[in-house]
């Protein structure tokens, strides 16, 4: 099984900033076979990339990722208010699907 | 438009069994696979499973031991998941989500999500 490390588990940043966010890989994630979801209470996760660097449809273009094998990065170019939430890393290069522990966005 | 709507709230005894329902419109239901998810109270989200029902491919998470069955009843255009042997680690908010491509890759749809309790 893949395990997936995000890093930080908390980010503290206000509107305007920008921010990184990170997913390490226990093995490498054949083809970029990574995903990238946001999660706010009470909602379902929302897709916002994948492939490693396909955004969903809908998806600002301030959301974008960049790495390969064992380490990928999310980064929102500018927070806007509605960005601040859950974010998970996902691989689905393998028989079993694993997520991160998720990336906690919050407003400073 | 693409929707997953699931079943309501249930609460269950430990040793008992759960079934959630999704109920999937918008798209041709045998073209793509039915995820299952959980999330346990302050835990990451955990896959379950997925089952296609136009190819008649399932894959369970090994985290399970046997205690999942993704049945998909193509009349119905309905997925269900039942989980057996319930225990107190079991009570979280369940979801269905659509595969994007049919064959177990990342989902882009999602529905509202269950929450079972498991309490005695």
């Known amino acids: 099984e893949i395990v997936l490390t995000q890093s930080p588990d908390t980010l503290s940043l206000s509107p305007g900033e920008r921010a990184t966010l990170s997913c390490r890989a226990s093995?490498?994630?054949?083809?970029?076979?990574l995903a990238w979801y946001q999660h706010k209470p009470g909602q379902a996760p929302r897709l916002l990339i994948s492939?490693?660097?396909s955004r969903a449809t809908g998806i600002p273009d301030r959301f974008s990722v960049s790495g390969s094998g064992t380490d990928f990065t999310l980064t929102i170019s500018r927070l806007e208010p509605e960005d601040f939430a859950v974010y998970y890393c996902?691989?689905?290069?393998?028989?079993?699907?694993?997520f991160g522990q998720g990336t906690r966005l919050e407003i400073k | 438009q693409v929707q997953l709507v699931q079943s309501g709230a249930e609460v269950k005894k430990p040793g008992a069994s759960a079934r959630v329902s999704c109920k999937a419109s918008g798209y041709t239901f045998n073209n793509y696979a039915i995820h299952w998810v959980r999330q346990a109270p302050g835990q990451r989200l955990e896959w379950m499973g997925w089952?296609?029902?136009?190819?008649?491919?399932?894959k369970y998470s090994q985290n399970f031991q046997g205690r999942v069955t993704i049945t998909m009843d193509t009349s119905a255009t309905t997925a269900y998941m039942d989980l057996s042997s319930l225990k107190s680690e079991d009570t979280a908010v369940y979801y269905c989500a659509r595969d994007a491509y049919g064959f177990g890759w990342f989902q882009d749809y999602w529905g509202q999500g269950t929450l079972v309790i498991v309490s005695s």
């Open positions: 093995q490498s994630v054949g083809s970029g076979y």
């Open positions: 996902q691989q689905y290069g393998s028989l079993f699907i694993t």
């Open positions: 492939g490693a660097s």
């Open positions: 089952s296609n029902a136009g190819s008649g491919n399932t």
